[in-house]
Structures are given as structure tokens and as C-alpha cells.
């Protein structure tokens, strides 16, 4: 069973619009990461956030992208003015112990942009 | 630079028998990491094995690296029709910090 619950599962969005995706912790974590998958490619890193700042991010997240921690344990990634190209698997990660432990990722928000 | 690329990209194998998927990668890492995919579903964690070791096992697992060749192997021994799913090799590279860098991945058939 998964340590880190991400909500909602599956979601569908009209191109423009703006979709938040949330990773919920089951203990608590001050690293985290999010990733996506577009539909058979690999997994790709998006952002690294550490004790409520961003501590790493790939050319992929640009300007359309944000997250938070808004309330201290949720973790959101936020999607601005979304485009069909954002249509992907995103997961929310955490470290399983100290470094050189491996990660354990959510089950995955479906996103789709239509 | 492009880490992690694997092959092969599919394989396809009777139940009971091993399977071998290797990954490739180009730059120093300080661990790779194996992990698991089932269709649709989040990446399981399997094994990891620092740039210091050069075999680790885990049950039925066995994986190696040459960091000489950058090359790494997961080696499933006496597979299950369970084992059906996608295996991704992911590096976390000396430079970057803690991200992982996947790979393509392997889409492993096991038939009952």
C-alpha cells in the first residue's frame, strides 16, 4: 500500500484551464519530488522541493508550473493555463530513509487535457 | 545528457525462466535504482546499488554495475507470471543533486 496518497486519480481538463494535483504524505517528509510520464515514455523529473522551497528544477518546469505545501502536509503541483502536450501521469515521490534509499512514489494523477 | 537507456525494450519470456534487461548510462552517478511499473499504476522501488558495489541481491533480484562501462543488469530469476510489468533503470547523477534520471524502460511478458 502506498505511504504517499495523490489525488485525484484521474482528472480531465479543457485546454487553459488550471488543474492543481495533490500528494498527501502519510508521515511526514520535508523532501519531495514530483515527476510525469507522458503515455509510453519514460519518467521525467519536474521539481525538487525541499523544507518548503524549491531546491532543484528540470527545463521542464517553467513558468506554468508552481508548487506549495500549502497547509503543511498536503503537496501540491500546480498546472497554469494548461495545453494538450501536459496530458501525463504525474507522481509525487519521497525519499524512503537518508540518501542512497531509493524513493517511494504516489500512485499517480491521470491527467488529460482535452 | 541522456541517462539510463536500456534494452532490450521488450522481452518476452516463459514462466520460470530469467530474465536479463541492462541500462546504460553517460554520466558518473552515485547510485542507480531499479524500479517497477505495473500498466497504469506508480513506480515500485526494487533495488539500488551505489556507485561503490558492483552486485547486490534481493530475493530473486540480482543486480550488478560496472560504473567502467556504465552499464547495470536486473537479473529476475525464476520469474512469475506476476513479474509482468515495466522495468525502469533511474540514476541519481553526482551533479544533479538528488533527481532521478529514468530510463526508457523495459516491458517484460511473463507467460504463465
Known amino acids: 500500500e502506498p505511504e504517499v496518497t495523490q489525488t485525484p486519480s484521474h482528472q480531465v481538463t479543457q485546454m487553459g484551464q488550471e488543474v492543481i494535483l495533490r500528494c498527501v504524505p502519510i508521515s511526514n517528509h520535508l523532501y519531495f519530488y514530483w515527476y510525469r510520464q507522458i503515455l509510453g515514455q519514460k519518467v521525467e523529473f519536474l521539481v525538487s522541493f525541499y523544507n518548503n522551497e524549491i531546491s532543484e528544477k528540470s527545463e521542464i518546469f517553467d513558468d506554468q508550473f508552481s508548487v506549495e505545501r500549502p497547509d503543511g502536509s498536503n503537496f501540491t503541483l500546480k498546472i497554469r493555463s494548461t495545453k494538450l502536450e501536459d496530458s501525463a501521469m504525474y507522481f509525487c515521490?519521497?525519499?524512503?530513509?537518508?540518501?542512497?534509499?531509493?524513493?517511494?512514489f504516489g500512485s499517480g494523477t491521470r491527467l488529460t487535457v482535452v | 545528457s541522456q541517462q539510463g537507456e536500456e534494452d532490450p525494450q521488450a522481452l518476452s519470456i516463459q514462466e520460470g525462466e530469467n530474465a536479463t534487461m541492462n541500462c546504460s548510462y553517460k554520466t558518473s552517478i552515485n547510485n542507480l535504482q531499479w524500479y517497477r511499473q505495473n500498466s497504469g499504476r506508480g513506480l515500485v522501488h526494487l533495488i539500488l546499488?551505489?556507485?561503490?558495489?558492483r552486485e547486490k541481491h534481493s530475493g530473486r533480484l540480482r543486480v550488478t554495475l560496472d560504473t567502467s562501462k556504465k552499464s547495470s543488469s536486473l537479473l529476475i530469476t525464476a520469474s512469475r507470471a506476476a513479474d509482468t510489468a515495466s522495468y525502469f533503470c533511474a540514476g541519481v547523477e553526482d551533479t544533479s543533486g538528488s533527481r532521478l534520471t529514468f530510463g526508457e524502460g523495459t516491458q517484460l511478458t511473463v507467460n504463465p
Open positions: 515521490a519521497r525519499p524512503r530513509g537518508g540518501a542512497n534509499y531509493g524513493y517511494t
Open positions: 546499488i551505489r556507485s561503490n558495489e
